[in-house]
């Protein structure tokens, strides 16, 4: 075990090295220039006086560096735990952005994430064994899990928002209300929530249970199955074999359905105008904002790599196979 956590460590660290680095090389790569936008704001009309603030906020920012001594700061500055500061939000830091966005992103995915791979893999299960259910509900599945996950928001947007003026469908919380633990708050901070959560919940839910219907199926239809029914085993039995044996590759699906699910999140923040990390990305490309940009995916990849090491993690503990190579023997 302690052999297989030190491999992943080491296959996780250079998937970040690489990550980190082409993060950093994107907003480089972007039209536009971070200073002439700051200065475009600023709207001077003296030459002298822009040409005085361009070579001063370059300094500032360290653009007015050779390309590699910029990417050697880069690290040298996040080992330090500095992402520098906003060009949108200057003089705000980058991290400080950050943390004010960072806890709505995590409120719309963790549940959506959890929740639809549970219920989905429920339902799918149960589909399996259903013969009204599979021809009947089920193929909103195949609906839902081929919708893109912004144009599903927009649609509940306009039924649930506009048409039926159910819930809000734009911001975090009512634009007269300020964040305190009132009732007239957290009740706000909810209904503005659901919406987006839906979104994501629908599209991922329709994916886990066609997924898991099919393998039970299957796993119903393999050699042990028929194997334990001829033994005489309760029919219920087999179903719970199978339906463990099916959740390994659900697991697995699940470490690699992790980025579409962040990045359909980051869609759906802007979909709704929701506060989170999405929004961010969405102002730091129109202000030019490379630190930003930056800051932003490095908390995206970290909140990926993370999630799917502790997935690897749960996979080793909840498949003995696993845990009987990784000990020399034999599955």
Partial sequence: MRRYLARKIFVYALTFFAAVTINWMIPRFMPGDPVRTMLGRASLSDPGAAEAMRAYYASLFGLDLPVWQQYLNFWGSLLRGDLGTSVWLFPTPVTEVLLGAVPYTLALLVPAILLSWVAGNRFGAFAARSRWLDNTVLPLGYI?????????????????????????????????????????????????????????????????????????????????????????????????????????????????????????????EIVFAYPG???????????RDFFLLQGAFLFIVIGVLIANFIVDVVYVLVDPRTRTQMQGGRA
């Avoid at 009732?183 to 919940?201: C, E, N, Q």
């Avoid at 997924?211 to 119903?220: K, P």
């Avoid at 990390?277 to 202000?287: F, R, S």
């Fill in 144 to 268: 839902l899990t081929a919708t893109p996950y912004m144009w599903l928001g927009i649609l509940l947007a306009w039924s649930l928002g506009i048409v039926a003026g159910v819930f809000p469908i734009a911001g975090a919380y009512g634009f007269a209300l300020q964040p305190e633990w009132s009732w007239p708050f957290v009740s706000s901070l909810a209904a503005h929530w659901f919406l987006p959560f839906l979104s994501l919940f629908l599209v991922a839910f329709g994916g886990w249970a066609i997924g898991m219907r099919n393998l039970i199926i299957y796993e119903l239809d393999a050699d042990y199955s028929g194997y334990l029914e001829a033994l005489g085993a309760p029919r219920r039995l087999v179903r719970r074999y199978a339906f463990r044996n099916a959740v390994l590759p659900q697991l697995t699906g699940l470490a690699v359905q992790l980025g579409t699910i962040v990045a359909g999140a980051l869609l759906t």
């Fill in 277 to 287: 990390l999405g929004n961010l990305v969405l102002q730091a490309v129109n202000n």
